[in-house]
Structure formats: C-alpha cells, structure tokens
Nanobody, 121 residues
Framework: VQLQASGGGLVQPGGSLTLSCAASGSIFSINAMGWYRQAPGKQREPVATIFKDGNTNYSDSVKGRFTISRDNAKKTAYLQMNSLKPEDTAVYYC????????????????WGQGTQVTVSS
C-alpha cells in the first residue's frame, strides 16, 4: 500500500490550493484519511481528518478555511485550502490511520511522502 500526495506549490496570501492523496495497492477499505503538516522547526500537527462515514475534524487554525473530502471509489482524499496565510506554509503529509487490505488484513498508519505548500507574496 502506498499513499501519493500531490498539489502543493507556491501561492500568494489569500489564494487557494487543493491537495490530493491517492492510496494504491491491494485495499478493500480505508477508515480515516487525514492531513498533517510540519513547518520548519516545528512538530508535525494534525490539520484535518475525514472518516469513512464522512464525518470530519479540523484543527482550530484551519477551521472555516480548509475543507477535507474523499472519494472512496478512487481511494483518494482531498484538502481544499482557501484564504491561505503565510503561517500555513509547511510540508503537508497525508495519512491513513487504518485500512483493510484486499486479503482481509487490518493494517495501521500509512503516510504519504509530503508535499510543500508555501504561502508568500
């Protein structure tokens, strides 16, 4: 199982970006998919999570500006980021907390490779 994150880049303050996280491999179902970020000199922090039933959680710092969604058929999660601020600059990582493989095994904690988001004028 692999997670491929994409969509990062350089954007001006107030701009928007959409990140994608595609899971590949022998996967029957995925529980929660989430996004974390790590700014230089800081610890990795959770940004948003979406559960299999569609329920979502957001950190206070992004609530109202970011929207997480998922397409279960495509095994892909998205993070729509609006009204971006310089303090949103970080490497964004996608995460799957648990999944069931195609041969029925429960596996935990997969991470994508990270995608850089830079908000600067």
């Amino acid at each position: 199982v692999q997670l491929q994150a994409s969509g990062g880049g350089l954007v001006q303050p107030g701009g928007s970006l959409t990140l994608s996280c595609a899971a590949s491999g022998s996967i029957f179902s995925i529980n929660a998919m989430g996004w974390y970020r790590q700014a230089p000199g800081k610890q990795r922090e959770p940004v948003a999570t979406i559960f299999k039933d569609g329920n979502t959680n957001y950190s206070d710092s992004v609530k109202g500006r970011f929207t997480i969604s998922r397409d279960n058929a495509k095994k892909t999660a998205y993070l729509q980021m609006n009204s971006l601020k310089p303090e949103d600059t970080a490497v964004y990582y996608c995460n799957v907390d648990s999944l069931i493989t195609g041969w029925g095994q429960l596996e935990y904690d997969y991470w994508g490779q990270g995608t850089q988001v830079t908000v600067s004028s």
